[in-house]
């Protein structure tokens, strides 16, 4: 019960947005965040098998999807967030206070 929300090449990305991250899950999809706070990850969509039983690359269908909005996450209009990876199907990030637009490489937690 899918929809595609938006197709094509940088789909991904808002209207007006830029790319913040690129990045890998663990289960090797790919992910990407805008500057609209806006996680998407890009998902095969159909996948047939070749009469033996092999899968054919060219048989693939990709599409991008959203899938987290950090926009409603964020305690103020200033706070960002700075993903590292996504594990196990969640983000691993660096909340951003005050409008910081990089974590402090200094700060250790």
């Not at 599409?63 to 209009?77: A, I, Q, Y």
Request: glycine letters at 8%.
């Amino acid at each position: 019960s899918g929809t595609t929300v938006a197709s094509g090449p940088l789909s991904a990305l808002a209207p007006g947005s830029q790319l913040l991250w690129a990045g890998f899950s663990d289960d090797n999809a790919l992910n990407v965040m805008d500057s609209d706070g806006m996680l998407s990850m890009l998902i095969c969509q159909q996948q047939q098998q070749s009469p033996h039983n092999e899968r054919d690359v060219n048989d693939r269908s990709f599409e991008w999807s959203p899938v987290l909005d950090t926009v409603g996450l964020r305690k103020s209009s200033e706070d960002r967030f700075w993903p590292v990876t996504v594990t196990d199907g969640k983000l691993v990030c660096v909340p951003l206070k005050g409008g910081n637009e990089h974590p402090n490489a200094a700060y250790r937690p």
